[in-house]
């Protein structure tokens, strides 16, 4: 008589796997929020990111991170959300004014913190990791840059997209694309030194 499969080794792993999405979902949101600034949206694409790898959890290999293997599956569904935002006429029109003041206006003369841009505190900060405080200011600091800046950043430094694909996700060129990625990355030290190094010298 054949032996019947374990039905709780099955159960095990299914209630394993649900707790990993568990624990990942916030920062599956912190990263779709970011990338479609719609906090609506962003929440609809990543329950569709969850149930996804639900779903497609046996097609899951083992040859990278379960966590980056998720992470995959939300990037193509950004990617559609962002295509749909297109039509939709959501995209701002490209303007190069006011990057300098969309950093400058997280701080205050003295150079600290404005209070409404001021990153959230996560528990004790004395037991706080630092590269957790880090990407805490690097959030602010890629909310604080235009739609259009932030977006073509998270698109290449984030989703690891190419130049092309990205030129034809936003329909640019590719010498503005690389003028974008330039002056967001110059943007976002500028913002970095004023929040996160001035902040860890105080």
């Known amino acids: ?3 019947r499969p374990d039905s709780s080794c099955d159960a095990g792993h299914s209630g ?3 707790r990993r999405l568990a624990a990942v979902r916030p920062r599956l949101l912190a990263f779709a929020r970011l990338q479609l600034r719609d906090a609506s949206e962003a929440d609809d694409v990543v329950q ?10 046996a097609h899951f290999e083992g040859k990278s991170g379960y966590e ?19 039509r939709r006429g959501k995209w701002q029109t490209w303007d190069d004014d006011g990057l300098e003041a969309a950093v400058e206006s997280q701080f205050q003369t003295t150079g600290r913190w ?9 528990g004790d900060p004395e037991s706080t990791l ?8 690097f959030d602010s600091c890629m909310i604080a840059l235009p739609e259009n800046i932030a977006r073509i950043f998270t698109m290449r430094e984030l989703m690891g997209l190419s130049t092309r694909q990205i030129c034809e996700e936003a329909g640019i060129k590719e010498n503005n694309c690389w003028v ?7 943007l976002l030290r500028a913002c970095l030194e004023k929040g996160w190094l001035a902040e860890a010298d105080s």
């Open 16 to 18: 394993e796997r649900q």
């Open 180 to 186: 974008i990625l330039h002056r967001g990355r110059l």
């Open 48 to 57: 569709e990111a969850l149930i996804t790898a639900v779903e497609k959890d």
């Open 114 to 122: 404005q209070e409404m841009a001021r990153p959230k505190r996560w």
């Open 1 to 3: 008589m054949a032996a």
């Open 130 to 137: 630092a590269s957790e405080r880090f990407w805490q200011v």
């Open 68 to 86: 980056t293997w998720v992470f995959g599956i939300l990037k193509h569904k950004i990617l559609d959300a962002l295509r749909a935002q297109k």
